[in-house]
């Protein structure tokens, strides 16, 4: 089992650029969840799909934040523009029933 | 709302000791699971252990194991002789147990040095 595949694992971008981070679930996983830590603010959850469907969204920043789930086993989330407040650690975590909680390396983004 | 808090910003313990991390938490549910990940500098977040709100046994993971009080929400894990590469950020995390997966809610973290 591969595990939570993400890419890219780094990411420095100019302010103003769009950027995408990509994620790949476990085999056999239903859920995906996108969360986003800074020392700030620790670990949030930004979005998270069941069987495909965005299920809440309500910690997505802003609308320059977008995320897709164009089948089951891959999600994308989207920077549109980027903004030197996005450099964060992005996660992506994978779960099915009674199995919870599996993450990925992450990626750092680093806006400048 | 639930939520998860860690008292306990940073602690060391010296290797082949024992050391105690503390999390309580706050939910108005009877079903659920609570977690333990472990955070190394290369930002992965790792599963240390997982308990079942509805089981009454501790679980166990080799050198880890928690104190899991139901009636209090408290959830405290025990590390045992303690090797440097536990040296590491630990969060306590929270989900609800239903029908369909549901996000964790995590703690601000502690942060652990183990001392040669």
């Known amino acids: 089992d591969a595990g939570v595949i993400q890419s890219p694992r780094h990411e420095v971008t100019e302010m103003g650029q769009e950027v995408t981070l990509r994620c790949k679930l476990i085999?056999?996983?239903?859920?995906l969840f996108w969360y986003r830590q800074t020392m700030m603010r620790g670990l949030e959850l930004l979005i998270y799909?069941?069987?495909?469907?965005?299920?809440?969204d309500s910690g997505m920043p802003e609308d320059r934040f977008s995320a897709k789930m164009p089948n089951a086993s891959f999600s994308t989330l989207k920077i549109q523009p980027s903004e030197p407040r996005d450099s964060a650690v992005y996660f992506c975590?994978?779960?099915?029933?009674?199995?919870?909680?599996?993450f990925g390396p992450g990626t750092r983004l680093t806006v400048l | 709302a639930q939520t998860v808090t860690q008292s306990q910003p940073e602690m060391s313990v010296q290797e082949a000791e024992t050391v105690t991390l503390s999390c309580t938490y706050d939910?108005?549910?009877?079903?659920?699971?609570l977690f333990w990940y472990k955070q190394p500098p290369s930002r992965q977040m790792i599963l240390v252990i997982r308990?079942?709100?509805?089981?009454?046994q501790n679980a166990t993971e080799n050198r880890f194991s928690v104190n899991f009080q139901k009636a209090a929400k408290s959830f405290s894990l025990k590390i045992s002789d303690s090797q440097l590469g536990d040296t590491a950020m630990y969060f306590c995390?929270?989900?609800?147990?239903?029908?369909?997966?549901?996000?964790?809610?995590f703690g601000k973290g502690t942060r652990l040095s183990v001392i040669a």
């Open positions: 975590a994978s779960s099915s029933s009674g199995l919870k909680g599996y």
């Open positions: 085999s056999g996983h239903n859920s």
């Open positions: 799909f069941n069987n495909n469907v965005p299920i809440d």
């Open positions: 939910t108005s549910e009877n079903n659920y699971y």
């Open positions: 308990q079942e709100a509805y089981k009454q």
């Open positions: 995390a929270f989900t609800r147990r239903n029908s369909g997966n549901t996000p964790l809610v």
